[in-house]
């Protein structure tokens, strides 16, 4: 194909030699000449820190045809398989308990994968296990050449051709004939298959060789880079950036522990976002507020994001995402899916994290508990049950029952769940779930799980949101490697005042100071108000994350108790999850 024929690229290519992810010593090679071994893992969790490679599975091809393949089941040797991952992926700790550990198996792999350009779907996760697992056992990581078939992927297969770049939309999308199902081999054969069928598209852009495809950046790249002088002054300190455009107006709100360097990576090829490309291009300038800490800075964040509802953040689009179902206050009342908080008093259960799993979770506690399901009024002259109610699946007067009294009795289980009791509730789903795995109805009893597991999970949150935001005061403090501390006081869920404490200083002098500039709260009233705000998830999360210490405060043993009734709520779920 002429230079004339290339059709319009919706990318750019770097006028460096050999930038990005790919360093080879012979540029130029065609693509159908290189030798490439695709790798997917399944993980014990998502961090090679802490957690266990449980499977291997790649395959070794060159211009389209397979070599060979490698795939092995690894025993974890510092964590087990979870209830949740093993519904995941299939694989269970009986599975592996004979498979090899990681220490027999990396030597294989590292023979099989010897010479080739590796390439993985999320290069970042599973090259990322691969080095730690080497630099854990003493071997030499071969830093060889890597392709990332997700950013491939957003390069010639942009929206709104599809929702998303995950692996099994991408495989729909170009009817692979391997479906990914969470094992690693099967999603390494996919992979092989858009990698190749991505190379085709590549081609029809003139881009036919390593070097031309480690030149590609995302498209309006050059651009951002001619405005990286934005970044210039931005301090290396936690903190919250905003980029603004001609007029001032904020775009985006952004935090990071270090603003300098979280900068400049938007100037960068490696931000491939549509909406950041566009938020950068037109921002005409970066202004920041330096925060003592992290936690600080992400409170901050969030608190400017519902003041500003700056456009190009997407929180700020759908303020109002979280959703609560309520039983509306009639003589039948029934469940309604609704996105303001439910007034004092009410019976409501939630928030949820989105309107989809709200519902999804209405439509199971109407298939559980005998709750009316339709919208009709009663007493009208015009009524008449509805077609659910034919068939029993709407109670109340389309059921026949006609007291008021004998209806809210039966609603019993569902009462005792809004009020954090879920012991029926997940004594009903299992009972539902075991039928349909009798009528070999698989797919309707996992639907069934999920909405459950959204059900218990969310109250689980509430719960130990309620029980933290009841303390008055927490004075809390996390030690850093320097030496020192960061400070924080936190008054009925709320961060009050942050701070700094150096190697050296004085803990109690340094709170006392803070004590003094802290905001006030207005109390457990208002507490109770804004036990579902994301304010208080932040603030919860950080000090019961293990490395935060309590130095003194009123109401703290209810607000840190690792065994609050919350989270053996959170423990059910998991438990009816596996059995």
């Known amino acids: ?34 030798t490439f071994v695709v790798v997917d893992l399944e993980t014990t969790g998502t961090h090679g820190s802490t957690s266990d490679i449980t499977e291997i599975g790649a395959v070794r091809t060159r211009g389209g045809e397979r070599l060979g393949e490698f795939q092995t089941l690894v025993r974890p040797d510092r964590s087990a398989i979870s209830p949740f991952v ?6 269970t700790n009986a599975m592996v308990r004979d498979a090899p550990t990681i220490d027999a198996v990396l030597p294989m792999f590292l023979e099989f994968a010897h010479g080739a350009v ?16 080497c630099e854990r056992l003493g071997y030499a990581w071969p830093d060889p050449p890597v392709l990332d078939t997700v950013r491939l992927a957003r390069q010639v297969v942009p929206r709104p051709e599809v929702p998303n770049h995950k692996l099994g939309t991408l495989a729909r999308f170009f009817g692979t004939a391997v479906e990914p199902d969470h094992r690693a081999l099967a999603d390494a054969r996919a992979t092989s298959e858009i990698l190749h069928l991505l ?41 919250v950036y905003m980029f603004l455009d001609g007029a001032r107006r904020v775009l985006y709100v952004g935090v990071s522990g270090n603003m ?22 037109a921002a005409q300038e970066v202004t920041t507020i330096e925060c003592d800490t ?59 994290r989105s309107h989809r799993a709200a519902t999804e979770a209405k439509h199971l506690l109407e298939t559980v508990f005998p709750v009316k399901s339709c919208a009709q009024k009663i007493g ?34 569902l009462f005792a769940l809004m009020d954090d009791d879920p012991s029926g509730f997940v004594a009903r789903c299992r009972e539902r779930m075991g039928s349909m795995t009798l009528d070999a109805r698989f797919e309707e009893a996992a639907r069934v799980r999920d909405a459950m597991l959204a059900v218990l999970t969310t109250g689980a949150r509430v719960e130990r949101n309620r029980r933290f935001a009841s303390a008055p005061e927490l004075l809390l403090c996390e030690a850093q490697p320097n030496g020192g501390r960061n400070l924080a006081i936190v008054r009925y869920g709320r961060l ?46 950080w000090a019961c994350s293990g490395s935060v210490r309590l130095y003194s405060g009123t109401g703290a043993e209810d607000a840190l108790a690792e065994n609050a009734r919350g989270c053996a709520q959170a423990l059910t779920a998991f438990a009816a999850v596996s059995a």
Not at 118 to 133: C, K, S, T, Y
């Open 294 to 352: 992290v936690l600080e800075a992400r409170i901050r964040e969030v608190r400017l994001i519902a003041e500003l509802a700056p456009p190009y953040n997407r929180r700020s689009k759908h303020p109002e995402r979280r959703t609560w179902i309520r039983l509306t206050e009639e003589p039948f009342g029934r469940l309604s899916v609704v996105r303001t908080p439910p007034a004092s008093g009410s019976r409501f259960f939630g928030p949820f």
């Open 496 to 541: 009050v005042g942050a701070a700094r404490c150096v190697r050296g200083q004085n803990i109690g002098t340094a709170f006392a100071e803070l004590s003094g500039l802290a905001e006030a709260v207005d109390g457990p009233a208002d507490a109770a108000a804004r036990t579902h705000d994301e304010e208080i998830d932040i603030v919860r999360a």
């Open 1 to 34: 194909m002429s230079s004339a024929q290339v059709p319009h690229s919706p990318f750019d290519v770097s006028p460096g030699p050999h930038s990005g992810q790919l360093s080879l010593e012979d540029l130029g090679t065609p693509l159908h000449e290189v």
């Open 199 to 239: 190379f085709e598209r590549f081609g029809g852009f003139g881009i036919t060789t390593l070097e031309d495809l480690s030149r590609v950046r995302p498209q309006g790249w050059q651009k951002r880079r001619a405005k990286a002088a934005l970044a210039e002054g931005v301090p290396a300190v936690p903190g």
């Open 380 to 413: 009208g002259t015009s009524f008449a049950p509805c077609a659910a109610g034919e068939i029993g699946r709407c109670a109340g007067p389309c059921a026949g029952l006609t007291d008021p009294a004998e209806y809210e009795a039966g609603l019993a289980g």
């Open 86 to 91: 093993e519904q995941l992926t299939g694989i």
């Open 118 to 133: 590796l390439v993985a779907h999320n290069a970042g996760f599973d090259i990322g296990f691969l080095r730690a697992a």
């Open 260 to 281: 300098r360097t979280r900068v400049r990576n938007y100037f960068t090829a490696g931000e491939t976002r549509g909406r950041m490309a566009e938020m950068v291009t």
